[in-house]
Structures are given as C-alpha cells and as structure tokens.
C-alpha cells in the first residue's frame, strides 16, 4: 500500500485567502464580543465549545510501533505523556442540553512532550488534540468560512424554527446566494445535517475524530480516539435531554467515577487524494483504503470531577490543533483557518475575561488531583 507523502501537497490558497481569513477573523471576534451580553453568563464564551460538560485527568500511553510508516513524531518510540481532557458541546452557546445540538468536542492537552511546537508561545511542552464527534465537517475553504461562520452562531434555533429553516438552508448550500448551483455546497451541508438527528452522547463510549488533515511525519494521516476493547460497556439507559438541564454532564460524572476508561489513539494514513481529499473535510476516507491502527491508548482512571470549580477550571485552558510538534502539523486549507481563529478568539476571550493566557506545565496547572 503507497502512502501520500506530506512533501507532495499543495498548499497554495489562492491570492485571496488571507483577505477571506481576516474576514472570518472579524466575524468570529464579533461573536465573541457579543457572547459576553447574548449568553447571560456575564463573560464572552468561546465561539464554538462554549459548553464544558467536564475536565478530566489522563495518561497517553504510546505503543511499541508495529509498522513503520506509523513510527512516525511521537509515535516513533513508546512513550507515557500526562494529560487532561475537556469534553464540552460543539456549539457556541451555554444552555440546557435539550436547546443544544449533539455535536461534542474532545479536546485533550498532553504534557512533556519534547521539542518546540508550531505556536508561537514559550515552549511550554505540550500538545492539543481538538476532536469531535463526527469524521466530517462543515466547511472546507476560507471563503466558505465567512458565511458559514456566522450561519453556524444561529444554531441550533435557526434548524428549529421551522420559519427560518428554509432560509437559513439556502444561504448554507448557496453561501449565501454566491455559488451557482453547480458549486453548491451538499457536501458541507450533509456533514452539518448528519449530526442532526443523533441522541445526545455518552461521552466515555463515544468515538471521536479530527475531521481535518493532519501531517503524520513523512506522511498525511486523520486520527480518531475510539473506545478500546474490554472497556466498560455503555450504560444500556440513552441520555434524556428532558432529565434535567444538563444530563450529559451528570452521565459523565456518573460513568467516570465508576470505572476507569480506555481509549484508542489511532491515525488512517492517505493512500489517494482523490478518494481520501485533504481540502474536502466534508466526506469521510474510506476505512477499505486505508484502517485506522491503534497507535497509542488514552488512559482515563475513576475520577470525582464534581467539584464546583470544575466547569471554572475547564473554561481557562486553551486548545488548538496547531499546538503541536512540526511532525504531526495541521494540513489543508480549513485547518490554515482553524489557526488563525482558535488563535484570536482564544486571545480575545481571556482578555475580555480577565484571565492571564499561559500555556500550562502540568496537569496540576490545569486540574489538580481530587484529595
């Protein structure tokens, strides 16, 4: 089986891009402006994430390499790494779970790992994956951006509200009114309508992927984080958006506390650009091309993550895909967007909050142990 070679891809955006990238800048910084009055919790929240459901401690355990094409950064030699883990909703937005949609974020921060990363901050030794739970996404140029991004801030009342549904559908699939019908956007919108109709999640025993493009040293890869073998079983009762305002956390509590949990670090190399796209996020690579192998397992102990300060201390760290070893650097046009965005809206949102923008050293920094 050939692998895409990394040295291979073609990164040139077009001249527009970086008058198209400041425009989805400016308007993601609006909307955290405004977060601070529109979502009544008297601070501006993160334009997408806004939900922590939990902050939790972990250990990334690498795995003695099988094959070499995956000895690849990181994943070159076992290694054990602390980390922490903040689950959260997909939307940008701080409600009940029944007012939410399904998407949920998986975001974890790895500590001590060796060398420099791709931001520009003192080398604090870390590394962020920002996963969810969907292998696609919604948007896949800077251009499409600019209008999706505020289309996405309407969600999910504009789906709900029958009188806007249509209206909000055609200035998804046209952006706007811009695109003739040949280039309409199907795609992007069956990645953002798939989501739609799934049950709120069990966060422990749910899959989650990277959507983007990543480099996987000489290689291109997209990983997803999958509950391992032998972890425990689902809880058989789904979660009732009606239980309460907020059941995924209180699931999360309860399934963490009862057990430990293990996950499966796994990275799907590209083996052919045409049928696994890098600048179309859109649709999934197909697994008969290319398995996913299990590179390293997340290790997730029986934890008390009640504390009220908990929900506080997971709105303080920020994540970021590009926060990360040159080896394993975000590839494809979304995720050039992808860092400016989670760049500026996590630098605005501290300052408007008042919090000091560190990178932490360890997982104490961020979570320390329940006594």
């Given at each position: 089986?050939?692998?895409?070679?990394?040295?291979?891809?073609?990164?040139?955006?077009?001249?527009?891009?970086?008058?198209?990238?400041?425009?989805?800048?400016?308007?993601?910084?609006?909307?955290?402006?405004?977060?601070?009055?529109?979502?009544?919790?008297?601070?501006?929240?993160?334009?997408?994430?806004?939900?922590?459901?939990?902050?939790?401690?972990?250990?990334?355990?690498?795995?003695?390499?099988?094959?070499?094409?995956?000895?690849?950064?990181?994943?070159?030699?076992?290694?054990?790494?602390?980390?922490?883990?903040?689950?959260?909703?997909?939307?940008?937005?701080?409600?009940?779970?029944?007012?939410?949609?399904?998407a949920c974020g998986m975001a974890i921060k790895m500590f001590d790992i060796p060398g420099p990363s791709l931001t520009d901050e003192p080398a604090a030794g870390t590394m962020d994956y920002n996963l969810i739970n969907?292998?696609?996404?919604?948007?896949?140029?800077?251009?499409?951006?600019?209008?999706?991004?505020?289309?996405?801030?309407?969600?999910?009342?504009?789906?709900?509200?029958?009188?806007?549904?249509?209206?909000?559908?055609?200035?998804?699939?046209?952006?706007?009114?811009?695109?003739?019908?040949?280039?309409?956007?199907?795609?992007e919108l069956l990645a953002i309508l798939s989501q739609q109709a799934r049950p709120l999640p069990h966060l422990l025993h749910t899959t989650f992927w990277s959507m983007g493009a990543v480099r996987h040293g000489e290689?291109?890869?997209?990983?997803?984080?999958?509950?391992?073998?032998?972890?425990?079983?689902?809880?058989?009762?789904?979660?009732?958006?009606?239980?309460s305002a907020h059941p995924v956390r209180a699931a999360l509590l309860e399934d963490v506390a009862s057990a430990d949990h293990v996950f499966d670090l796994q990275v799907q190399l590209c083996t052919d650009l045409t049928?696994?796209?890098?600048?179309?996020?859109?649709?999934?690579?197909?697994?008969?091309?290319?398995?996913?192998?299990?590179?390293?397992?997340?290790?997730?102990?029986?934890?008390?993550?009640?504390?009220?300060?908990?929900?506080?201390?997971?709105?303080?760290?920020?994540?970021?895909?590009?926060?990360?070893?040159?080896?394993?650097?975000?590839?494809?046009?979304?995720?050039?967007?992808?860092?400016?965005?989670?760049?500026?809206?996590?630098?605005?949102?501290?300052?408007?909050?008042?919090?000091?923008?560190?990178?932490?050293?360890?997982?104490?920094?961020?979570?320390?142990?329940?006594?």
């Amino acid at each position: 089986m050939g692998f895409v070679r990394y040295d291979d891809l073609d990164t040139d955006y077009g001249p527009d891009f970086e008058d198209d990238l400041a425009t989805v800048v400016a308007e993601v910084e609006r909307t955290v402006h405004g977060s601070v009055e529109a979502e009544g919790e008297g601070r501006a929240v993160r334009f997408a994430h806004a939900k922590a459901y939990g902050l939790l401690r972990a250990e990334v355990q690498v795995l003695p390499p099988a094959d070499p094409a995956y000895a690849q950064g990181l994943f070159a030699s076992p290694g054990h790494y602390p980390a922490v883990i903040r689950y959260s909703n997909g939307l940008g937005h701080v409600r009940p779970d029944a007012r939410l949609g399904t998407a949920c974020g998986m975001a974890i921060k790895m500590f001590d790992i060796p060398g420099p990363s791709l931001t520009d901050e003192p080398a604090a030794g870390t590394m962020d994956y920002n996963l969810i739970n969907n292998p696609v996404f919604f948007a896949n140029t800077a251009r499409d951006y600019v209008v999706l991004a505020r289309l996405f801030s309407q969600l999910p009342d504009a789906l709900a509200d029958r009188s806007q549904r249509v209206a909000w559908l055609h200035a998804f699939v046209t952006r706007d009114g811009e695109l003739p019908p040949e280039k309409w956007l199907w795609d992007e919108l069956l990645a953002i309508l798939s989501q739609q109709a799934r049950p709120l999640p069990h966060l422990l025993h749910t899959t989650f992927w990277s959507m983007g493009a990543v480099r996987h040293g000489e290689y291109v890869a997209k990983v997803r984080v999958a509950p391992a073998t032998g972890t425990p079983a689902a809880p058989a009762r789904p979660v009732d958006p009606l239980s309460s305002a907020h059941p995924v956390r209180a699931a999360l509590l309860e399934d963490v506390a009862s057990a430990d949990h293990v996950f499966d670090l796994q990275v799907q190399l590209c083996t052919d650009l045409t049928a696994m796209p890098v600048e179309n996020t859109s649709v999934p690579w197909p697994e008969h091309l290319s398995p996913f192998v299990t590179v390293a397992r997340i290790i997730i102990p029986a934890q008390d993550v009640s504390a009220p300060d908990n929900l506080d201390r997971a709105d303080v760290p920020s994540f970021t895909p590009w926060r990360t070893p040159e080896e394993h650097r975000p590839v494809g046009q979304i995720q050039e967007v992808r860092r400016r965005v989670y760049e500026r809206s996590s630098v605005l949102r501290h300052r408007l909050n008042g919090q000091v923008r560190v990178e932490p050293r360890d997982q104490d920094d961020v979570l320390p142990p329940a006594p």
